[in-house]
């Protein structure tokens, strides 16, 4: 009997990718028809591996797979997968950390640019018939202001690089990563959160979704920065307690924000972050290009296929 895996969930219009990969190595392939948690339970019983985008690979789903050897996320943040649950029952979980760098940071700095210098608003209100100068007026020069990356892994010292090429200057706050790769990087590190959030004018997210890292800007952190201030976030919607950003920002205690995630993905309609003019946002989508795309769909096929074969995976997290 051939190897099989189950595909949870695809935001592609084909599988022609993973098929591909999987038939040359004799192995089955099936894509999911629902992605819904019950379904998932039943087909994925007999499967010897899972292949999961967007799909929640609960504690529930993960005690019915009776065959399952390794689990990879197609994408870097694994936080839809529980991996105490794989962990418990021996199960591998891993990523592909290595494909879409160069996307995430263009996009970061392209949405920065967007809403700092208001390209999107002043385009917005171009195309109403509003020819209206006057609303730039109050953007800040960026060179020499501070830009913060809140998480100095393989990302953040992408968007760290652009940074610097607009003549800002670069702080850091991540209690993981060495001063010697930050000062690499020339990212100045600040080590107390507070006043890190304090001392910077522009905030970006390159940190991943966990239950420690889950709503790090709250009401609270996002009262010590300053009203002048943004924040960009292209890592995970439930790093930031979207309420309190919205009331922030409708406060006047934050000068705007620029998302790429939310806290629900998709939202119910448009988000209600999406009525405020200083705020820009888009739909999940930092990640993709043809080339980023087509490395990591190849990446995830094959992180199955050598676990499968050698019982080893490249990029395990548990
Ligand atoms: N929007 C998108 O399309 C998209 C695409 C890829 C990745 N992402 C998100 O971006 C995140 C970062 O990706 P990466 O490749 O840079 O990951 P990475 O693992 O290379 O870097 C993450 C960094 O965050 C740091 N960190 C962990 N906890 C922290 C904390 N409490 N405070 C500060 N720093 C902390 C780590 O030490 C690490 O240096 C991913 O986890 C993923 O969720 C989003
Ligand atoms: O984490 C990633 O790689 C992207 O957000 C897609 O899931």
Not at 19 to 37: M, T
Not at 234 to 247: C, H, K, M, P, V
Not at 254 to 266: S, T, Y
Request: charged share 25%; aromatic share 6%.
């Amino acid at each position: 009997m051939n190897p099989s895996v189950l595909m949870t969930d695809t935001i592609f219009p084909d599988t022609l990718v993973e098929q591909d990969v999987f038939q040359k190595e004799s192995i089955d392939f099936r894509l999911s028809p629902s992605g819904e948690l019950a379904s998932l339970g039943e087909l994925g019983k007999d499967a010897d591996a899972l292949l999961v985008v967007y799909a929640d690979v609960s504690a529930e789903l993960i005690e019915q797979l009776d065959r399952c050897k390794i689990i990879v996320k197609a994408g870097i943040g694994y936080n839809n997968i529980d991996v105490e649950a794989a962990s418990r029952k021996g199960i591998i979980v891993a990523n592909v950390p290595d494909y879409c760098q160069d996307e995430v940071a263009d996009h970061t700095f392209g949405m920065f640019l967007a809403l700092v210098r208001k390209i999107c608003h002043l385009d917005s209100q171009v195309k109403q018939g509003v020819w209206n100068a006057n609303q730039a007026k109050s953007v800040p020069q960026l060179r020499g202001k501070k830009f913060g990356l809140l998480g100095c892994g393989a990302i953040g010292q992408q968007v760290a690089l652009r940074a610097r090429a607009f003549g800002l200057e670069v702080v850091g706050y991540d209690p993981y990563s060495s001063p010697d790769l930050l000062a690499q990087h020339h990212i100045s590190q600040i080590e107390d959160f507070d006043e890190f959030l304090h001392e910077v004018d522009f905030l970006s997210l390159h940190l991943p979704l966990t239950e420690d890292t889950r709503h790090i800007l709250n009401k609270s952190t996002l009262s010590k920065m300053k009203e002048t201030s943004v924040v960009i976030n292209t890592s995970r919607g439930g790093l930031i307690q979207e309420n309190d950003l919205f009331t922030a920002l409708i406060e006047g205690r934050l000068a705007g924000a620029a998302m790429d995630v939310l806290e629900q993905e998709p939202p119910e309609g448009a988000p209600e972050l999406s009525s405020l003019d200083n705020v820009v946002i888009t739909p999940h989508t930092a990640f993709l290009s043809q080339d980023s795309v087509a490395a990591l769909r190849k990446k995830a096929s094959q992180e199955i296929v050598r676990t499968i074969r050698n019982g080893k995976a490249s990029n395990p997290v548990n």
